[in-house]
């Protein structure tokens, strides 16, 4: 029940009260109220209530301070996005379930798939870039005299086409002439420049590589369709189990920066173990038959793998 306030309860504020708004947390407007809602421009009435009626937005609107500024922010990304502990806790430590409990229709309580695979996969990206970036490229070509360039040589292949240098002597073959002009303003230097060439390569391709996974993912979903084609599953479905699953091979990519042997060894055997476990939540079947359909999975997500990789390579390589 309202407690008693001096309140003409005109159309409008009939309006406030049918939609739920508490009108004893109305307060004379100031001199600057707005006549009008900042967000939607509904007209807004006196007494001035903290909401707008039609879209809900604060209608005393000022610049926020830093502490409301980063509460805004962490109360937005770690409380009500959830469950961003809960979520990593089944991706982690239950193989498949997140992709499960998603295509069961729990989606309130769990950071939807493409918004967690952003987020893990462009911190690994930004943490390869930094840990990268401070190891530095060093090119030893030996001797750098006339002599040494002349015998210098590299063989750069793509498939039938080839380029590099041959005794010192730039060669470019089966490739269109704007690549071979690329090619040899990256190959054909000194060794100094040359160095820095690699160094440029490397950034190149830490950055083109987070582009590259926009393919391989939906490549590695289409293989899965083709593989369980008889259980008439959508595609979307195995894109979301692509994507909690690249998710995790993207926090299994960040452990091994440290270059660790036991942590790396530890890696390399779960990786594998943790997609097969997850195909088994997420997909069922006798284990014969899901060991075959994974075997198919992997070799077509191995060769979609290393031409992407190339194409990387190859790209960073020109540009």
Known sequence: MLKSFAIDLTP????????????????????????????????LVQPLLPYCPACGQETRVRPPTLREFAQQFGGS???????????LRLLLLKPGELTRLYLAGRRKHYVLPLRLYLTISLVTLLLIRIVTSAVPVHVDFGDTGPQAREQRNLDIGVGPASAGLKDGVFFCEGLPAWVCTRLRARIDLDPKAMGQQFTLFRDRFVINLGG????????????????????????TEHLVFALHVHAFWFFALALLLPDWNWLSAAVFVAVPWYTFAAMRRVYGGRRGRRLLRGALDSLLYGLTLAAALTGVAVWSLLV
Do not use: H, I
């Open 12 to 43: 409008d504020n009939t309006e406030y009260v049918s939609r739920g708004v508490d009108l004893t947390t109305a307060t004379a407007a100031p001199a600057n109220a707005p006549a009008r809602c900042p967000n939607c421009s509904q007209a």
């Open 77 to 87: 990304y770690f409380t009500t996005e959830g469950a961003l502990w809960r979520t």
């Open 212 to 235: 590259a996974m926009f393919v391989l993912m939906p490549a590695f979903a289409l293989w899965l369709k083709l593989a369980y084609l008889n259980r008439r599953m959508r595609y």
